[in-house]
């Protein structure tokens, strides 16, 4: 039997036969009587599906050497919750 760490090892849904897995967190305001303009275009989720257009069109932005890749730090951390079903903070 596998471990749950064990799990997270390598792409989502690179697994043969199974269809890859893409998650897309978006975060957005939300929305009342008063919300601009700016905050119901949802500009998120805007740039979230242009961002799977281009995924789609295979296009891919090569990384920076050097850099710290702190989105994927985020993404992996967002994956790793989303898999566990839920995270929550306690105080030690």
Known sequence: MRKPEDLRKGRSGRRE??????RQYDVEAKL???SSFV???RLGLIRSIAMIDLLLEGWCEPPKP????L???VHQIL???AQRGGASA???
């Open 71 to 73: 989105s994927t730090l």
């Open 39 to 41: 905050d119901r275009l």
């Open 17 to 22: 036969g199974q269809p890859a897995i893409l």
């Open 79 to 81: 994956s790793v919750i």
């Open 32 to 34: 009342t009587p008063e």
């Open 66 to 69: 050097q850099a710290l890749h």
């Open 90 to 92: 306690r105080v030690v």
